[in-house]
């Protein structure tokens, strides 16, 4: 008799949609909805509007571009409907108008990347000029109130590869997913978990060509061009899993993007290295748990607020970054409400999600605004951008708090 | 990650018991899918005929208004319903005629709040009733969009503007010796419920609204950050899978999102709901608690499962976990040795420990006095 369970196992909807009970939690802390009346929130956006799409993709409703894609719906669903995927997956499906030159360019961070590393003085002064600002304002409607983020002179690829044979020298050995922010803006990140993973024993590797994760090609609907960069990574990734190796990050979002999104979006495979993909801290406090020992300085002290990315907050990994912080001596740690920052990648860059952008950041700047913290921590690079912009208040990955607290 | 503790459910019982588990030095984690039965809230703690201090302190430390009065509350259909311990945006009342002549307040364009139905039941108590809506540019579509007015969506709105509705009622207000109000305020800040009254020169009643409950979000944001303050982690969004069970003795859960990095603890409690939840799950030929396949105290006939008549007592939601005295549950008949099961996955299986939030907090105070013990 027990046979006929099985029926409902077949039953099982796309982005489990048929789940949804319209309990209206999702609708109850949708940060967009709160000050955004254009958006019609993750219940009618999400599984309301897909019963109506699959009945005829006319339904499709324009308005879902003011999806953020932070996921938090999906985290409050009692029921595990993937809000946000319904939602995503219908702009990638249904929306047939060609995206804009802007949104090609937000999204191209690879190609922009090495396009201007080896002119990064000068692009760099010039995205911070005034006149340059109001140009792309006018011409590309990217706000000018936004700051881009500096380019550096030289890639972390470059810098880790004239240092294969020393860290060739320890025994145990991960491979590292630095995402083109470390890469071509940010290398200190890179080499700041190459400091840390040292201290514990662990020599870095780079993968063998790693390619963006294509976060903001799948928001820019760019999807033939994040399906390659799907393809491309799941294979580098898989020789390096397949030779023993676990791939360590240090962008919430990049991961969140290589185990989540891409069979959920795309349809790429990556059952094979999904569970070889970690956030640094995560294996790091995994590390510390079974015993080893960082040396910690005993000068170090700081007043330290954490922010809980939102895809942090998605990967439910949040709690090793705030536990790895506890461990670190000196550091006074603060656990904020966790609160959408409002820039959710390219959307905030664009000048029609500014004002949504900043109304959004609000629950978590007046948090900081209270707190007065002297370093905010925090997975996520573009959190970073958006918290330095809005408050003032320098943020730092969790991997450099750390590097600065070692010996 | 080791924890002396672990709780499978964030609703008012696991809130509860990792509240009080923590008061009492006790490292805990809370594994929550999603949001919870507080959401659907009341604002009255069902069953509850008493207040025990021990009770007053959770709630008066965590920032939660309570009151005690035993009596009757103002169904949102304009019904009454025997009630004792409530938030403060709940009125309690000796009797059903708590005024003479009332008027009725209510947002122009808002269906999720009954005016004309509470009008019909209080006149039926022999009051006199006038209902008016309230048309304000704050809740007007450009400000709160095309499908979401909402109990949520205007309470955010009326955590700014709540005194310009206390001015629109004092000029409304006639000879009607009290003013009911939908719960839609206070989402951010407990104490507005209070102003509100104090700044209108009537008698001021709360009546509830279709969900989300304003003040269900509010205490469930305000258990949980008194928790977090407590020093407990919670764990939001995530899912126990499965569970190590070696020599009748949990090792260890499994999470979706922390898959290999196991939550182990001294003791586990089960609080993971009823149907809703998926704590219990019923398919056409059984019933069945999914985490550890937990012995069930229930009937096997379909048949009696449930009552035809829709609006009658269902005998599906008295199923429950079978658990001892101590509400400890079994397995295939041999106990569980570090296993509590606690809120309404326990059904009526206990009725002296009541129903609703009555059953939700005195389980969970019982199972913290064992494990503490």
Redesign the interface.
Known sequence: ??N??KF?EYTESTYNFEEC?K???C??FCPV??V??????PK?AGPDGERLRLRDPNFFDESLKYCLNCKRC???????VKVADLIQSARLQYDTTPPKLRDRLLASTDFMGKLARPVAPVVNAVTGLPLAKTAMDVMLKIDRHRTFPKYSASSFEFWLKRRRKEQAVFSEQVAYYHGCYVNYNYPQLGKDLVKVLNALGVGVQLLDGEKCCGIALISNRLTKEATKNAKHNVSVLSKAVESGLKVVTTSSTCTLTLREEYPSLLGVDNSAVK?SILMAT?YIY?KL?QGAKLPFRADFHKRVAYHTPCHM?????G?FSE?LLRMIPGLELT?L??ACCGISGTYGFKKENYETSQAIGEQLFSQLRAIQPEVVACDCETCKWQIEMSTGFPVMNPISLLAEALC | MRFDTVIVGGGLAGLIAGISLQKAGKSTAIVSTGQNALHFFSGCFESIQEAPQQVLDIFNEAGIRVHYKPGVRLMPMGTFKESALSLDDVSLFPTPQFGKRVLIINFMGYHDFFSSFLAEGLEKQGMECRIRFLTLGELTQPELGPNEMRAVQIARKMDDVWEKVVQEVRVLLKDEDTVILPQVFGLKDASVPTRIRQGIPAQVVFAGTLPPSVPGIRTQMQLKKRYEVLGGTYLMGDRVTGAHVYQDVVQNVVTKQLDRHYLEADHFILASGSFFSKGLVSNPFKIYEPLFELDMDYNQDRNTWYNPTFANHQPYMGFGVKTDANLQPSRKGVPVKNLYVIGSILGETHPELGSGAGLAIRSALKVTELITK
């Open positions: 008799m027990d006929g369970i409902q009970t309990c209206t939690v609708t109850a909805l709160q955004n009346p254009l958006y019609p929130g009618q999906e985290v409050w669903c009692p029921s595990e569970d995560r995994e748990e907050q998605r990967l439910g990994w709690i536990k656990v409400d966790s």
